[in-house]
């Protein structure tokens, strides 16, 4: 089946309209039907550190009950969103999917672990320099340097007053 729309987060995820590829049985159970196997997803996203491109095929298991009737199971009232149900003798696959798949995808993926990402000054990448760095200076000591300034400039005019 074609990937739905947003299918995964804001890094990473199946692209709209890639395959599924989804191996699945159906079995008519007593309260439903109940569906498990796996499904195939090829992923793409960028690492969270660097933006570097990331993709790989993701295999997920699932197993889910459809309900024929949600509402009432077993002559008890159930109140539960994460039941899926057969509604007009057909199931929808989607949201069991979704909830399969995005729950297996890293929240901020990374190309490696070891990744050094890109540098918060500059935007410099971290691995082609490693020794990159810049002098950071917190603003609330900049009064202190015009003391340190107005100091050496005063050591400047008494080494001349000296000769």
């Keep these: 089946m074609p990937a739905p729309k947003d299918f995964g987060n804001a890094l990473i995820g199946a692209p709209e309209g890639s395959d599924i590829e989804l191996e699945l049985r159906l079995e008519s159970v007593h309260d439903g039907i109940l569906v498990s196997g796996t499904a195939a997803v090829d992923i793409h996203g960028e690492c969270s550190r ?32 994460q039941m899926y149900e057969v509604q007009d003798e057909k199931i929808d696959l989607e949201p069991m999917l979704r909830d399969a798949v995005i729950t297996q995808l890293p929240f901020q993926p990374v190309c490696r672990e070891d990744c050094q990402g890109l540098c918060a000054q500059c935007g410099a990448r971290l691995e082609d320099d490693p020794g990159h760095h810049h002098e950071v200076l917190d603003p609330r000591w900049s009064a202190l340097s015009g003391l340190l300034e107005q100091d050496t400039s005063e050591k400047t005019t008494d080494t001349r007053e000296e000769r």
Excluded: K, M, N, S
């Design 50 to 81: 660097c933006l570097d491109p990331i993709d790989y095929d993701l295999d997920v298991d699932v197993q889910e009950l459809y309900l024929f009737d949600a509402a009432t199971t077993g002559g008890e009232d159930v109140e539960d969103d």
